[in-house]
């Protein structure tokens, strides 16, 4: 067993107990290994495990990836990503999901992109949970208005929320600040019914996210290993 395999096993585990220790199903919990800078060969390692999201943040790397990998079936790709309106075509034309939309420019510009032969891309609305000037992410308060666009336009399908939210080593802290993300996602669910995903969790506070209510954890260090930047193609 390689160790890409080994790790995803460890993180399926991971999930399953945290999901089990909450009273959830571990099935309503979707793992994207984060792939970004890591090679092919390493995702093709992680697919023959059953393993089929997966995260980029860069987009021309992203693409690279998946034009290698077209002839590999059922694999979904999240662009996870903070997106630059130059390169928003090429996300709307190879990405299943994007996970970063934050203004109603890009949002636009991927459903005017979105090739009519694909189905709507699948979106997620970025939220600064934190409140933190490194981040990108709108404010909460400007969530209701990002979202009837996003509803609006016709090859857009919104699904949900993301959000990274600070960096705490307690557990307890961390479960605070997922929880107020959770919060948030299920007053969008109000407004929009169609809303089932929340995008919530990496590596280090995965089980704060799940026991909060996350519905999609977004796993890099984890899976891969620690990744080499040099790389990056974006």
């Known amino acids: 067993m390689s160790s890409i395999q ?56 992203g693409v690279a990836k998946i034009t290698a990998l077209t002839t590999l079936p059922g694999i979904q790709w999240h662009f996870i990503g903070p997106l630059q309106a130059n390169k928003s075509r090429l996300v709307a034309e190879h990405f299943n999901w994007c996970h970063t939309v934050d203004s109603q420019k890009i949002a636009q510009r991927l459903s005017d992109q979105r090739p009519i032969i694909l189905p709507p891309l699948n979106v997620l609305i970025q939220i600064n949970i934190s409140n933190e000037n490194s981040k990108s992410g709108i404010m909460l308060d400007a969530l209701h208005i990002l979202a009837q666009k996003v509803s609006e336009l016709p090859r857009l399908h919104l699904r ?63 899976v891969f290993g620690v990744r080499d930047y040099v790389s990056n193609t974006q």
């Open 160 to 222: 949900g929320l993301m959000a990274i939210p600070a960096p705490e080593d307690d557990y307890q802290l961390q479960l605070e600040a997922c929880q107020m993300t959770t919060n948030t996602f299920h007053h969008l669910k109000q407004y929009y019914p169609e809303v089932d995903t929340l995008s919530l969790g990496m590596s280090k506070d995965m089980e704060a996210a799940i026991t909060a209510g996350s519905t999609m954890l977004r796993i890099g260090t984890a």
């Open 6 to 61: 080994h790790n995803l096993q460890k993180i399926r585990q991971r999930i399953y107990l945290a999901a089990k220790q909450c009273g959830r199903d571990p099935e309503e919990i979707t793992l994207v290994a984060v792939s970004k800078s890591k090679p092919t060969g390493a995702i093709k390692e992680a697919i023959a495990t059953g393993q089929l999201a997966f995260g980029e943040n860069y987009v021309q790397e």
